[in-house]
C-alpha cells in the first residue's frame, strides 16, 4: 500500500513542472495572439492616417494654388488701377 501513494506522489511531481510548461505556453500563445491583434490594429490605424494625411496634403495644395491666384488676380487689379489712374492724371 506504501508503493501507490509513493506512486501517486511521484506522478505529482512530474505533472506539475508539464501543467506548468503548458500553462506557460498557452499564456504566451495569448499574449502573442493578443500582440498580433494589436499590430493589426496599428496597422490598420497607420493606413487611415496616411490616407487622411494625403488627403490633407491635398486640401492645403489647392488652398496653396488658390491663394496664389488670388494674389496674382489682385497685382493684376492694382497694375490696372495705378496704369487707369496715371492715364487720366
Known amino acids: ?3 501507490v501513494p509513493q506512486w501517486l506522489a ?9 501543467s506548468y510548461l503548458i500553462e506557460t505556453v498557452r499564456q504566451r500563445d495569448t499574449q ?8 493589426s490594429s496599428l ?13 490633407l496634403q491635398q486640401v492645403n495644395n489647392n488652398m496653396a494654388a488658390g491663394l496664389e491666384r488670388l494674389l496674382n488676380h489682385r497685382e493684376v487689379r492694382i497694375k ?3 496704369f487707369l489712374f496715371n492715364v487720366n492724371v
Request: proline share 3%; glycine share 0%; with cysteine.
Open 43 to 55: 496597422q490598420d490605424e497607420v493606413s487611415s492616417l496616411r490616407e487622411e494625411r494625403t488627403a
Open 10 to 18: 511521484a506522478n505529482q511531481q512530474t505533472q506539475q513542472p508539464y
Open 32 to 39: 502573442i495572439n493578443t500582440l498580433k491583434e494589436r499590430l
Open 80 to 82: 490696372t488701377m495705378l
Open 1 to 3: 500500500m506504501c508503493v
